[in-house]
C-alpha cells in the first residue's frame, strides 16, 4: 500500500510549525532541467500534479507551488541547463523566490523556509548545479536550509543492477550510491564552500526511498523563521 505523504508525520510537521509560528513550511525544489523536480512532486502527492518534461525542452517554466497539505507547501522552479540568456531569465525568478518576504509582528521573515537541489543520478551536469548553487541558492538562503537529494538512482549505473521487479537497487548499487552521496557531499563542499548534509537516493519514477527524502526534509527542518535585514 502507497504512502500517503499528505498525512505522514503530519503531527511531527505541525508540532514544528506551532513552535515557530509559521503555516505551512514553504520548500523551493531546484536543480539542472532533468533532474526530476516534477516527478519527484508527483510521487509526493501520488498523481501527476506537475507536468513532467519528456522532450529536449522543460516544462516548469514558473515557479508553482502545491500544497500537500495544511503543513507542506512545496515550489517547483524552472530548471537551469537550457541556455545561457534561458537561464538567466530562470536564476532571476528563483531569486525573486527566495528573496520573497512577509511581515508579523514588526519583523520581516523569508517566505521560503528550505532550499532542496535535485541531482540527477546519472551525475551528468555537476556544473550547472556548482552555478545554481553559488550563484542562486547560497547567497539568498543560509547554508543550513539547503539540502541536496540525488534523484534518479535507476539510472545511476546506466541502469545495471537495478532490479525492475522489486524496483529497487541490489546491493552493488546501493553501495555505489552511498558512495555517489558522500562524492557529491565532498565536491559542493569544494566547489561551493558550503557544508552540506550527506545526500539522499531515491528513485522518484519507481518511487524508492521517496519515504527517505520525505523524511530527510522533515527532520532538518529550521529551527526557527528566516528573520531578514531589508
Not at 514544528?16 to 508527483?42: C, F, H
Not at 524552472?78 to 532571476?92: A, M, S, T, W
Not at 543492477?161 to 541490489?170: I, R
Request: one cysteine or more; proline letters at 3%; hydrophobic letters at 40%.
Amino acid at each position: 500500500m502507497a504512502l500517503r505523504f499528505s498525512t505522514y508525520r503530519a503531527d511531527d510537521i505541525d508540532a514544528n510549525l506551532r513552535r515557530l509560528q509559521v503555516r505551512p513550511l514553504d520548500v523551493m525544489l531546484t536543480g539542472v532541467t532533468g533532474a526530476g523536480k516534477s516527478s519527484t512532486i508527483n510521487a509526493f502527492f501520488q498523481e501527476p500534479i506537475a507536468k513532467v518534461g519528456s522532450g529536449v525542452d522543460p516544462e516548469t517554466m514558473e515557479a508553482s507551488g502545491y500544497n500537500l497539505n495544511k503543513f507542506f507547501r512545496i515550489w517547483d522552479t524552472p530548471g537551469l541547463g537550457d541556455g545561457v540568456d534561458i537561464d538567466q531569465i530562470h536564476k532571476k525568478k528563483m531569486v525573486d523566490l527566495l528573496c520573497k518576504t512577509y511581515n508579523s509582528n514588526g519583523k520581516t521573515f523569508g517566505f521560503i523556509d528550505m532550499a532542496i537541489i535535485v541531482v540527477e543520478g546519472a551525475n551528468r551536469d555537476m556544473g550547472t548545479t556548482y552555478a545554481l548553487l553559488n550563484e542562486v541558492i547560497v547567497p539568498n538562503i543560509e547554508s543550513d536550509r539547503i539540502l541536496v537529494v540525488i534523484n534518479q538512482a535507476d539510472v545511476a549505473m546506466k541502469s545495471r543492477h537495478w532490479d525492475k521487479g522489486s524496483s529497487e537497487p541490489d546491493s552493488k548499487l546501493k553501495a555505489f550510491l552511498e558512495e555517489q552521496a558522500l562524492s557529491i557531499q565532498k565536491r559542493v563542499k569544494e566547489a561551493t564552500g558550503v557544508d552540506i548534509l550527506k545526500p539522499v537516493c531515491y528513485s522518484a519514477e519507481y518511487d524508492w526511498n521517496v519515504k527517505g527524502v520525505f523524511d530527510f526534509i522533515i527532520d532538518h527542518m529550521p529551527k526557527e523563521r528566516r528573520v531578514l535585514k531589508m
